[in-house]
């Protein structure tokens, strides 16, 4: 009878790099169907701010012109603090788009969890407006920063709070609460939805499972942050809460430990 030969480690290298490789061009993929959802928000969040630097460019233009101006008025310098103001808001919008968008490739750094999850929540807050959810925000003050690659846990925070979000389509409450236990950093995302059905929770973290209707998912989502926080050296669970809703839990080490750099 022929038996096959244990592979070489020099023969199994090849393929642990194929699915390296594969699992960042998922990623990738993934990360950009989520910023395709954010499309419509970001543009109504930039849409607002750019009418009011339109405004205040047409007034600007209009005093300039006049004959009679002979000096600054207040006006001038109130339409000056808008269009400050509004420039502000335009260029914080891109920045924390930008900092989602970050490859895969990027080295580790270190990562403030409290600001990427407030960027993460007012990237959302459109989403939330046109489905009536509420947000509530309960960040440790006291949380340290981690040892991470920023893009990859920033789409960690988006992947979680976006399928809550959907779990509740009629409405409801999202909370995103973060704190420290046992040498450990928590991510809390709760929602108010119908739960996780006992038939299919151990299922959700599968490749492209999924129960959203097509065009709402890739079924990535999940499976691709659970990649991401094993390879930070942490872990990520689901629960249904007692009265109503499921909570997901991120868990990561405040230091590197064990893993590669994320």
Sequence with gaps: MHTQSPATPSE?????????????????????????????GVAHEIN??????????????RRL????????????????????RETRRVRDIADKLMLLARPETETANWFNLNRAVDDT?????????????????ELSPGLPCLW????AMRSV????????????????????????????????????????PDAIRDRIWDPFFTTKPPGKGTGLGLSISQSIVARHGGFIRAENLPERGA????????????????
């Design 12 to 40: 199994t290298l090849p393929l642990t790099r194929d699915r390296g490789e594969l699992e960042r061009q998922l990623s990738h993929s993934e990360r950009l169907a989520s910023l395709g959802i954010l499309a419509a």
């Design 48 to 61: 607002n701010p750019l009418a009011s630097l339109l405004a205040g460019v047409e007034a600007l233009r």
């Design 65 to 84: 012109l006049d004959p009679a101006a002979t000096a600054p008025s207040v006006d001038v310098t109130r339409l000056l603090d808008i269009l400050e």
């Design 121 to 137: 929540v007012a990237l959302l807050g459109y989403q939330m407006n046109v489905q009536g959810v509420r947000a509530s925000l």
């Design 148 to 151: 991470a690659r920023e893009g």
């Design 157 to 196: 925070c988006l992947n979680i709070m976006m399928n809550a979000i959907q779990a509740m389509p009629k409405g409801g409450e999202l909370t995103a609460r973060t704190r420290c236990a046992d040498g450990s950093a928590l991510l809390e995302v709760d929602d108010t939805g119908p739960g996780i």
């Design 247 to 262: 909570r997901f839990t991120v868990e990561l080490p405040v230091l590197p430990r064990g893993g590669d750099d994320g």
